[in-house]
């Protein structure tokens, strides 16, 4: 992995290998690197960090970009998170630390600064972003364990944003294989580089056995790839790393 901070500053992490006792697919790399926060970064702006994955004749698997506006509105200026790197699935699990640094704005002097400063504010407040699920294609029939009959699930998603614990369940749209849900909701987002996370569940119906909904699968996708492609991704869902045909789309508009 080769982490950049702004243009002066990059280090790589040790090349991981396939040898007995090492997973090259899940390498582990657990380095630490300290970069100097000098006056003169700090007036001119601090960069942002980004990591990108390198196989072993240093080409490019992907990127992931970290705000640096993130890192300064996070709690206790830390990050740690797991986030989708490149468009191949790859999770990149980090952790981001600031400290040693002040970086709250001076007190006004006047009226006129204090007019200044709360329009910056406003300007500067953090974004949301709103998500649409608006429909799902190509999935299946579902089999009765003992008449052996086909039938039509009923279907829901559970989306999450990032390290944000709130959850957001969409309504069931039952009997179908191609449901229409047409839902938004809004997320307190600071960076395009969070992932959306959808999570598609079968609901069981009233006067069947108690048991959990079966999970079907999950698309993972950052709100900067969704914009990217017009504010609309067609998302293929994945359960135990394979790709299972079925698809989400979703729609992201920044507030």
Same mark, same amino acid.
């Given at each position: 992995v080769k982490i950049s901070y702004g243009s002066e500053h990059t280090f790589e992490t040790?090349?991981?290998?396939?040898?007995?006792?090492?997973?090259?697919?899940?390498?582990?790399?657990?380095?630490?690197?300290?970069?100097p926060i000098t006056k003169e970064l700090v007036s001119s702006g601090l960069p942002s960090i980004t990591f990108e994955i390198l196989n072993?004749?240093?080409?490019?698997?992907?990127?992931l970009l970290v705000d640096n506006s993130e890192l300064e509105s996070s709690q206790s200026k830390i990050i740690s998170d797991t986030r989708e790197i490149g468009e191949g699935g790859a999770l990149l699990n980090f952790r981001i630390s600031l400290s040693g640094v002040n970086l709250e704005t001076p007190q006004p002097k006047n009226e006129s600064e204090r007019n200044q400063t709360v329009q910056q504010k406003s300007i500067n407040s953090a974004p949301a972003v709103s998500?649409?699920?608006?429909?799902?294609?190509?999935?299946q029939m579902k089999k009765r364990r003992v008449r052996k009959t086909e039938y039509c699930p009923n279907l829901y998603c559970v989306v999450r944003v990032g390290s944000s614990p709130q959850r957001w369940r969409t309504s069931t749209i039952f009997d179908s294989v191609l449901p229409n849900w047409d839902e938004s909701k809004e997320f307190p987002t600071s960076s395009r580089n969070n $992932?959306?996370? /959808?999570?598609v569940f079968d609901q069981k119906k009233k006067g069947f056995k108690k048991s959990p909904d079966e999970y079907? #699968?999950?698309?993972?996708?950052? $709100?900067?790839? /969704?914009?990217?492609?017009?504010g609309i991704r067609n998302a293929e869902l994945m359960s135990d790393g394979k790709k299972i #045909?079925?698809?989400?789309?979703?729609?992201?508009?920044?507030?």
């Open positions: 040790g090349v991981v290998t396939e040898i007995p006792g090492y997973d090259s697919l899940n390498p582990y790399y657990d380095c630490i690197f300290h970069v072993n004749n240093k080409t490019s698997l992907g990127k998500i649409t699920i608006a429909r799902g294609t190509n999935f $992932v959306i996370n /959808v999570d079907i #699968g999950q698309c993972r996708v950052t $709100v900067g790839q /969704v914009l990217l492609d017009g #045909g079925a698809f989400i789309e979703l729609e992201c508009k920044m507030k």
